[in-house]
């Protein structure tokens, strides 16, 4: 059943066997994981099933650290969460419209190990513990097979590069239609009579007295100004890396520093993937086009896919570096790539709908960049009619290798490079002293881009640039020249992890193997918080990894606990 809690009496109490808290991807998940049981389910949605920007307010928060995205622009209020503003387009459907959705990519299994060269690494569960969550997680997000290695995506012809030396290798990523978790999941969950879905139920406080460590109920308000509690056995938290340790640190009434937070652990280790435009790839030989076809977002036997470059696990341990990963783009001219990128600017931005005196010096600037690349503005507007092809094909949208015609149109390859964030304490998310229209406190993000992973990131380039050259790939040209690495603007790409960590004991994390919190018998987080360490990896298939195995947990704990209340009920009717 699906209820607008506006609708809702105020100080009513409900109740249920499992709480869960925020209806994003994983929320969505561990609710279907119960359809059919006997366990009555409660999903709470901040939002409603559009965006409200009302809403959205919510998400609103400061940074006061290096510049980052803007807090209130990645965090979505809406069922299905960030689902709903995934944006890669993976081809057209048969009605013409763009298919929507995101990228997939397993942790490498040296994510989960104790890394020497990484301060605090190291997962209390291993790899092989999460492939056949990583396998059932495919299915739900109905992506292709869990396959992740270049063969089952290569041809003769679209391939991966050779490298000369065992400094990198090839991998892919895979891609799912972002509407399985708002459209199809929210049908399947409103019909369920086991589920029920609360909508514009924000929870602002979680109740645990001081003299039990258990949660006994959630408190939820909407912009009505009503308020309501939620009662249940067990409640999961899976509003995001954020929100999540905002939650646990805003529930101070009993316990001052927050639930779970004993150790003044909650919100700290906060992890994005920095990634950088770090420079062109030259190729020597233009026939590698065609073979770099593999490194295109292209679909094989029905699944779309996109071939990266990553480190070997032997090179990251011999250069002692992170988890970092290439990406490359195929790219005209700098001339013409600057040409396309005015126009795009010009066209997206509204400067010729509404021009003001103000824009004019903007729009006088580029129109000169265009003038300097007509001659390539005209190819690409005449490819893009005749082949269905981008102006500039990126990390939003491939398809270039569907029409050999225009490989000749490509001089070099962008290079991107995705960064593992190390782990540090003082990158945090901590409450601010502004409230928001609910009364609860807004979130300050102070976040830093250490000098440590800029060396690594800087060691990571030099290494792609003499492998490619030792390969004979092509000469590479640093943006950066000899200097180091900088982030060129608001860094971020909305992978937020590591606030609730994951540990084998209370001193190092905040949850454990299981992600229970630790010090709270009853409370379990379901987000790429727990993540102690990130990879380079895009977090949801390990999201949703997780989520299941915590479904699993949480089935055999529950079950456990009613075999209990039986054997009572049955020694009470023997007395």
């Not at 440590?452 to 092509?474: I, P, V, Y």
Request: aromatic share 10%; with cysteine.
């Amino acid at each position: 059943m699906i209820i607008d809690t506006r609708e809702i009496s105020a100080d009513h109490v409900l109740k249920a066997d499992i709480c869960i808290i925020g209806a994003g991807p994983a929320g969505v998940t561990l609710a279907r994981e119960f359809l059919g049981t006997e366990n009555h389910v409660c999903l709470l949605e901040s939002g409603g099933i559009s965006q409200d920007l009302d809403i959205q307010d919510l998400s609103y928060g400061d940074n006061i650290g290096e510049e980052f995205l803007p807090l209130k622009d990645i965090r979505n209020r809406q069922f299905g969460g960030n689902s709903n503003i995934w944006s890669i387009k993976l081809g057209r459907k048969e009605d013409r419209q763009w298919e929507i959705g995101v990228r997939y990519v397993p942790l490498d299994d040296i994510d989960f190990e104790q890394r020497d060269w990484v301060p605090y690494s190291g997962w209390p569960i291993r790899y092989e513990e999460l492939v056949p969550y990583y396998e059932k997680a495919q299915e739900v997000a109905h992506s292709g097979p869990f396959a992740y290695n270049p063969e089952p995506w290569a041809d003769a012809q679209a391939k991966p590069f050779n490298f000369a030396d065992n400094t990198f290798t090839s991998k892919v990523f895979q891609f799912g239609e972002r509407t399985v978790f708002h459209q199809n999941y929210l049908t399947e969950l409103g019909a369920a009579p086991n589920v029920d879905i609360y909508l514009y139920a924000t929870a602002v406080e979680l109740e645990v007295p001081q003299d039990n460590n258990a949660v006994q109920r959630v408190r939820v308000s909407n912009l009505t100004g009503k308020s309501y509690w939620v009662e249940a056995k067990t409640f999961v938290l899976a509003s995001g890396g954020i929100e999540n340790a905002r939650l646990m640190l805003a529930s101070n009434r009993h316990q001052p520093g927050g639930v779970g937070n004993e150790n003044d652990l909650v919100g700290r280790f906060f992890m994005d993937h920095p990634m950088l435009d770090i420079g062109r790839l030259l190729p020597g030989d233009r026939g590698t086009f065609a073979q770099a076809a593999f490194y295109d977002l292209r679909r094989v036997e029905g699944s779309p896919a996109m071939g990266h470059i990553t480190l070997t696990k032997e090179a990251m341990a011999e250069q002692e570096l992170p988890n970092n990963a290439v990406v490359l783009l195929p790219r005209p001219t700098g001339r013409q790539t600057q040409a396309v990128l005015a126009l795009k600017d010009l066209s997206e931005n509204g400067y010729l709908k509404h021009p003001s005196p103000q824009h004019w010096p903007a729009i006088a600037q580029k129109l000169l960049k265009i003038a300097g690349g007509l001659d390539y503005i005209a190819r690409v507007v005449y490819d893009a009619r005749k082949y269905d092809q981008s102006l500039l094909h990126g990390l939003g949208r491939g398809g270039w290798s569907e029409s050999p015609q225009i490989y000749d149109r490509f001089k070099s390859y962008e290079v991107l490079l995705v960064t593992e964030q190390t782990p540090d304490p003082n990158n945090r998310v901590q409450l601010s002293r502004k409230l928001d229209s609910l009364g609860m406190p807004r979130i300050e993000l102070d976040w830093r881009w250490g000098r440590s992973d800029r060396d690594n990131a800087k060691q990571t380039q030099d290494l792609f640039a003499a492998a490619a050259k030792e390969s004979g790939l092509g000469r590479y040209v640093s943006n950066f020249g000899d200097g180091e690495l900088t982030m060129p603007g608001p860094a971020g790409i909305a992978h937020h992890m590591g606030t609730t960590r994951m540990s084998s004991d209370s001193a190092s994390g905040v949850v454990n193997e299981n992600c229970q919190v630790h010090s709270v018998p009853n409370l379990y987080v379901a987000s790429s918080s727990v993540f102690p360490t990130g990879g380079y990896a895009n977090p949801t298939l390990t999201i949703l990894a997780l989520t299941l195995r915590l479904a699993d947990h949480l089935k055999k704990t529950l079950l456990n606990e009613a075999a209990v209340v039986v054997q009572d009920r049955q020694r009470s009717y023997s007395s």
